[in-house]
Each structure stands twice: as C-alpha cells, then as structure tokens.
C-alpha cells in the first residue's frame, strides 16, 4: 500500500514569510497528487490538484510542484488567513492523505 | 453554486447503525463521483468510501469494509452512507466529497460539504 509521508508535521511561520511543506509517496503516484486547506472548524478546500494545477479562486501565492515520489506545496507571502492545516491527498489509488502539516503563527 | 449539505449524524452506541445523508446541488450529480471523508477529533482526513457517477461502482477503504455501504440516488441528487457494527474509532466528522472529474476511480475532491458528526459511545 502506498504510504504518504508529509514534512514537517507543524512550524511557526510570520506573516510574508515564504513557506514549503513537502509530500513525499512511497512509491511513485505521477502527478495524482492534491493540496488541501484546512481551517479550525471548516471543512477542507482544494488549493492545488495534478500537484501544480491552481484552483480557480486560489491566490497565485500558492503553488505546487513535483512529481513521481515528490512534492512540494509553496505559499510565497505568507497571509493572516492562511495560517491552517495543509493535507496532501494522492489519488493514483484508492484516496490517501498525508498526515497534515499545522502552520501557526510565529 | 455548488453545494453539498450533509445530514443524519449524531450519537450510537457500539453496534449500532446510522444513515447519513448529503444532498447535492449546483452541479450535474450523476456525472461525478463522490466520496465519503471523515475526520476523528483531533486528527487527519482518512478516505472513506467512493461511488462513481453513472455506474454505481462502489469502493471502501479497509476500515470499513463489509460495515459500511454507499450509494446514490441521482434522481434526488442525494448521496448515502449506511453504517452499520458501528465502533468506538468510527466517531468522527464526515463530510461527503464530489470528484473533480479528473479520474474516475479515484480523485481529488473540488467541494466539500460543511460535515456532520457522528459519535459511537462505548
């Protein structure tokens, strides 16, 4: 089964910071790979889908990037909203998220 | 505007069962898959179950297997999750998911409905 590996688990970060949580699979998924948004309380939201296709109505501040085994989600200009919890999420098979990284506020 | 509005959780005692619900709007319902996502208190997003849109094939991750059945009714755009031998790790919030239509067996997932709580007491 494959096993999706997200780093780190949670950081401080200060507002205009420029940010990356990277997504590793254990074995390789192509481009299958999805970025979420998670706000206390709130259901998820997708950022990124096909590891670097932008959403519409997301802010070009995020990118993604990657593929095969690795990936990387980028917020270039950290915003007070955008302090969360980011998933990964392959879907080369059954659905998997990673393991979520926290963003806090430094 | 799309929308999807989940109903139907609330408290179980182990062994019980429980229907949920999520009705869906804004979109062509029988063209997209669509999921089951839960979230126990406190921890990550964990797939649950997928129905494609027109077939009905339906798809479970391993801690559900043989408890859980999805389906769909595309004529009331309506989307379903029967739980049945509920256990105490099956508390948490789920939230039904539309494939984005990019993959058909698996997918990301565009629209999130707001959730409803399930919790199964000992």
């Known amino acids: 089964a494959i096993r999706m590996t997200q780093s780190p688990s949670s950081f401080s970060a200060s507002t205009g910071d420029r940010v990356t949580i990277t997504c590793r699979a254990s074995?390789?998924?192509?481009?299958?790979l999805a970025w979420y948004q998670q706000r206390p309380g709130k259901a998820p939201k997708l950022l990124i889908s096909?590891?670097?296709t932008l959403q519409s109505g997301v802010p070009s501040r995020f990118s993604g990037s990657g593929s095969g085994t690795d990936f990387t989600l980028t917020i270039s200009g950290l915003q007070s909203e955008d302090f969360a919890t980011y998933y990964c999420q392959q879907f080369f098979t059954y659905p998997l998220f990673g393991g979520g990284t926290r963003v806090e506020i430094k | 505007e799309v929308q999807l509005l989940e109903s139907g959780g609330g408290l179980v005692q182990t062994g019980g069962s429980l229907r949920l619900s999520c009705a869906a709007s804004g979109f062509t319902f029988a063209g997209y898959a669509m999921s089951w996502v839960r979230q126990a208190p406190g921890k990550g997003l964990e797939w649950v179950s997928a129905i494609s849109g027109s077939t009905g094939n339906t798809y479970y991750g391993d801690s559900v297997k043989g408890r859980f059945t999805i389906s769909r009714d595309n004529s009331k755009n309506t989307l379903y999750l029967q739980m049945n031998s509920l256990r105490a790790e099956d508390t948490a919030v789920y939230y039904c998911?539309?494939?984005?239509?990019?993959?058909?067996?698996?997918?990301?997932?565009?629209?999130w409905g707001q959730g409803t709580v399930v919790t199964v007491s000992p």
């Open positions: 998911a539309k494939g984005s239509g990019l993959r058909t067996t698996s997918d990301a997932f565009d629209m």
């Open positions: 096909a590891a670097s």
């Open positions: 074995q390789d998924i192509g481009s299958y």
